[in-house]
């Protein structure tokens, strides 16, 4: 099945800083990858995804890009801020209803 | 509406209790997951419904019972719990087909006494 590998598991940065997520895959037929954010004893919320037929997409400080012939994605965060601290889950699907999830990247964002 | 509840928020339960847990979405989406999260660790994949019909069975022992009563409503169903079973059980739905994007309940913290 599918493997993914996410690192760094702890990132710490200023303030306004940029941080910067890497997940790795080992299934090409995953098209499929999704970034969730969860604060501490909250849901995992959706925050940006990409498909296999693109290289980048970005929503406003959000942005991940995918290397499909290196097999790896990461999730770009740029002027961070205190509410952006939380634990980051990067994951790949192939079929859409099975999610294989990286082991996660605690984020702290010190003011 | 455009969330997914589940409820109860806490649970403490013994062994030898039965319970379940419920989750509902009325965003029309017709597939429904069941995840697992122990503390530190991602989302482990329980049990997928899809169009009402179990599609996904991630060899979860028998004590933990799905049920799809209707596109909305999702419950699980718990009996003779261990206290390893002490997690976050989070539901999640999908719209389906080819639209991937999963959205999660805010999850059920279950305590096995």
């Known amino acids: 099945g599918e493997n993914v590998e996410q690192h760094p598991s702890t990132l710490s940065v200023q303030e306004g800083d940029s941080a910067v997520i890497k997940c790795t895959y080992s299934d090409s037929a995953s098209n499929y990858f999704p970034w969730y954010k969860q604060e501490l004893g909250k849901r995992p919320q959706l925050i940006i995804d990409?498909?296999?037929?693109?290289g980048e997409k970005k929503d406003q400080r959000i942005a991940v890009t995918l290397n499909k012939t290196a097999k790896h994605f990461s999730l770009h965060i740029t002027e961070t801020q205190p509410e952006d601290s939380a634990v980051y889950f990067c994951a790949a699907s192939i079929t859409g209803n099975q999610f294989y999830f990286g082991t996660g990247t605690s984020l702290t964002v010190i003011p | 509406d455009t969330e997914v509840t589940q409820t109860p928020k806490h649970l403490v339960m013994g062994m030898t209790n039965k319970k379940s847990l419920k989750c509902e979405q009325h965003m029309g989406h017709r597939a429904m997951y069941w995840y697992k999260q122990k503390a530190k660790k991602p989302p482990e994949l329980m049990f997928v419904y899809s169009y009402e019909k179990l599609s996904i069975n991630e060899s979860v022992p028998s004590r933990f019972s799905p049920e799809c009563p209707n596109s909305s409503l999702l419950n699980l169903h718990l009996h003779a719990l261990q206290p390893e079973d002490s997690a976050l059980y989070l539901c999640?739905?999908?719209?389906?087909?080819?639209?991937?994007?999963?959205?999660f309940g805010p999850g059920t913290r279950l305590t096995v006494t």
């Open positions: 990409i498909r296999s037929n693109v």
């Open positions: 999640a739905s999908s719209q389906g087909g080819s639209v991937y994007e999963q959205y």
